[in-house]
């Protein structure tokens, strides 16, 4: 068995052992899938939602009878002691005898039903609890936009960096390259000390962007797993690295007409005003009476010794069934300041509404003025990029004919790396400027769903 065939068996049993991880390439959809199960954020937001829905029940259940049901044994340690007339009992007149009453022991059993017949307050938080699961909808539907941004931030970012970190490992290949031509023509006596001393400083710098390029690689890498809900010792690759669906942000700007009513943050805004107005009426609810439905069946009994459960013993019965009606007339204001507050609460959250509406269409608007102008920045830098290529591949192939200097191709590809990197940062810029107008346009899934 040759050597490579021994590493080759060796990785295949490491990796059957668990010792070396699988690799899951994800494309942007791959990552949004996987996001929409195991985002923790988006989870929580799930559980939220849940609650809300108990929640409504639990406002239903206070409406629905309660029936309860309730007991009690008391043992009489000192019976309470009475004072009865003394001539009751053949005493002198004016004069009175201490009695006791009562037994030794004493049990009694209730069943108690209950049922509201009218009672505001009780409506009004079945309907405001409603709304609230509204409000943890639109929470859940906001959650998960804002995974899809940061998902996508980061995703293109990584795409962009792994761009830019193969150009520059294909400049720092032709840099060694030049290097050692240059030791080589040393050798033999055609080059300077002093010019292989530059091209190996024009090296070492490319070799450190190459290694922060790296770093920032893997480092976008750990976020992008964060943001998934992926475990951080987890390998993941990224399988579309084309930028191919990417590329697509640079076509058909947005047009149509910012809706501020389709706006998820509006949308939340106006749920909550919905809720302060149910909080109004609830403060003014309670001025109202409310009537009640109540009927209680129980049995008691009373012994010197403790034998309830003597089944010759007898138990009296009773029973009865009413209507309660409670009419509040003066609590100290207490009321009227509670609903003076609601108003104002209320009147707030009318112009919290119209702030987030305006605000919403500056942001879009902003944002637009951004994308537009990181498209134009765009056309700039690739343009710089060509010819700094340009520049670059000339003053190689001159420096090869004898015709150019070692400092002309060290300046050359000091040009081309900063306009490599000016190129990417405007690249950049424009895919989180796009991304950023559809999110503030409230287009965002659609968008993503359209790149995928």
Known sequence: MNRKMIISVGMLL?????????????????????????????????????????????????????VNVSGSVDDN?????????AEMMGGQPGTYVPVTFGTKYATTGTLQVTQKIVDPVSWLNIRSSGISGEQSAQSLQKTREDVIYNISTVYYQTLVVSKQAELLKTILLASEQSLKSAELRFRNGMAKQIDIDKLRVSYNNTLAQVQQTDLRYAQLLNSLKYNLGMPVDSVLELADTSLTAASLLFENPPGHLLRVSE????????????????????AAAVFYPVLSFYGNYGYNAWR????????????????????????????????????????????????????????????????????????????NERENLRLAESVYRNTQLELRQGAGSTLDLIQAESSYVQAQNNYFNKLLDLYIARLDLERASGTLPSFIQHLK
């Open 263 to 282: 706006i998820i943050d509006y949308q939340i805004r106006e749920t909550s005003y919905s809720l302060t107005e149910y909080e109004k009426k609830k």
């Open 77 to 85: 340690l000192e019976l309470a002691k009475y004072l009865l007339p």
């Open 304 to 379: 010197q010794e403790f034998n309830f459960f003597d089944a010759d013993k007898e138990w009296y019965n009773s029973s009865a069934i009413g209507l309660r009606l409670t009419i509040p007339i003066f609590d100290g204001l207490q009321r009227s300041s509670r609903l003076a507050q609601s108003k104002l609460n209320l009147e707030k959250a009318r112009e919290n509404l119209s702030q987030t509406e305006q605000y919403i269409k500056v942001n879009a608007s902003n944002y637009n003025m951004r994308y537009l102008n990181a498209m134009e920045n765009i056309n």
């Open 14 to 66: 490491l990796a059957t052992a668990g010792i070396i991880p699988a690799q899951t390439s994800f494309t942007l959809k791959g990552c949004l899938d996987y996001a929409f199960s195991n985002n923790r954020s988006i989870r929580m937001a799930n559980c939220d939602l849940e609650i809300s829905q108990k929640k409504v029940n639990e406002q239903i259940g206070n409406y629905l009878p309660q």
